[in-house]
T-cell receptor, first 116, second 113 residues
Framework: AQSVSQHNHHVILSEAASLELGCNYSYGGTVNLFWYVQYPGQHLQLLLKYFSGDPLVKGIKGFEAEFIKSKFSFNLRKPSVQWSDTAEYFC??????????????FGKGTHLIIQP | ETGVTQSPTHLIKTRGQQVTLRCSSQ?????VSWYQQALGQGPQFIFQ???????GRGNFPPRFSGLQFPNYSSELNVNALELDDSALYLC????????????FGPGTRLTVL
């Protein structure tokens, strides 16, 4: 079975601060990795994804994430956050079990508040 | 391009009742997945449908069932509602079965009293 652990449940930062949200997953095989964001009152949107290739992936709105296979990690980063980045952030993994769809497994989420 | 839509937006039921939630996939998507998101938690995978057949299932009891129609729209049915079924139910569609990107709808907020 696959699982995802997000290290921080609540993060408060000031505008222009740097952001790093931790995500570790547990799965024995090949995985696809995702970060989704849920802005207040809106539905889940994809920030970025990793399927294969360059382990440093860039997403929308200046976000990036690095896949470190040896650490089973996929941390999300942004060099300078804005007030509009206030949202709930979810790390998710989807493994290839070969026995039908396993669906996305999500972490519990990180509630990010950016103070102006 | 029309995104994933869900209906209704909100629903209130009492314990023991049955409920049906509906989802229309994003244009061109043939795979639909359903998730349950309890308050303060990440979404949990219920099941996935592809070509009108259940293609995979998470750790949910049989009273959670679904349908997918030829136009790729989908229903989630929950029988014998329990208080713990109160949650946001999310539908997600994708281009193909497997482990690719999923596009989420706004969800249906179900409250069981």
């Amino acid at each position: 079975a696959q699982s995802v652990s997000q290290h921080n449940h609540h993060v408060i930062l000031s505008e222009a601060a740097s952001l790093e949200l931790g995500c570790n997953y547990s799965y024995g095989g090949t995985v696809n990795l995702f970060w989704y964001v849920q802005y207040p009152g809106q539905h889940l949107q994809l920030l970025l994804k990793y399927f294969s290739g360059d382990p440093l992936v860039k997403g929308i709105k200046g976000f990036e994430a690095e896949f470190i296979k040896s650490k089973f990690s996929f941390n999300l980063r942004k060099p300078s956050v804005q007030w509009s980045d206030t949202a709930e952030y979810f790390c998710a993994v989807n493994g290839f079990s070969g026995g039908g769809a396993d669906g996305l497994t999500f972490g519990k989420g990180t509630h990010l508040i950016i103070q102006p | 391009e029309t995104g994933v839509t869900q209906s209704p937006t909100h629903l209130i039921k009492t314990r023991g009742q049955q409920v049906t939630l509906r989802c229309s996939s994003q244009s061109g998507h043939n795979t639909v997945s359903w998730y349950q998101q309890a308050l303060g938690q990440g979404p949990q995978f219920i099941f996935q449908y592809y070509r009108e057949e259940e293609n995979g299932r998470g750790n949910f009891p049989p009273r959670f069932s679904g349908l997918q129609f030829p136009n790729y729209s989908s229903e989630l049915n929950v029988n014998a509602l329990e208080l713990d079924d109160s949650a946001l139910y999310l539908c997600a569609s994708s281009l193909a079965v497997g482990a690719g990107e999923q596009f989420f709808g706004p969800g249906t907020r179900l409250t069981v009293l």
